[in-house]
């Protein structure tokens, strides 16, 4: 369907990316209640099984929850997690073309997607500025940030750290249960 076009140009886009040296890793983050646990992270299992988690057991987990899902004739949602490392500093802008405000909008324009977030996201509301903040560093190979609640972009530009953006996908509403609704005649 309408998804067909942005998968091609996607991968081609990688390749070129990837030309320049900047790495694009995504990945299912979450499937329904299960989560992957950072500490198990390995990229290498994202292809190596049918929901693409970084993490074995939480792929068998999701496998699982999914199965329950199909059998009460149900559905779920989840949220896909994307890492881009290697970007340079500076791609975007301040005001009007924005690099979290341009993947915002290339992700919520997928019919699916309810939720986007970078970096730290939902989760800064929570968090005090001292928190919250990208502490900078230097060393002999230059300046860094010892954290990366940013996400990588800072004033709507990259900021040479990993990026770091996730989308929240719906449960999809054609599922085989009776619901509620109206035709024509009310």
Known sequence: RE???RV???????KLL???GVKICAYSKAIGPVSINPAHFNAED???????MPDMQAAAEAEAFIAAQMAKQDSCGGIIECRVDHMPAGIGETVFEKLDANLAKA???IGAVK???IGDGFQA???SGSQNNDAFSSNSDGIYKETNHSGGVLGGMSDGSTIVLRAAIKPTPSISQPQD????DG
């Open 3 to 5: 998804t067909i076009g």
């Open 8 to 14: 091609a140009a996607g991968a081609v886009a990688m």
């Open 18 to 20: 990837e030309v320049c």
């Open 46 to 52: 994202i292809f190596n099984n049918p929901v693409y």
């Open 107 to 109: 992700m919520m324009s």
């Open 115 to 117: 939720g986007f977030e």
């Open 125 to 127: 509301a929570k968090a």
């Open 181 to 184: 609704t109206v035709d024509k």
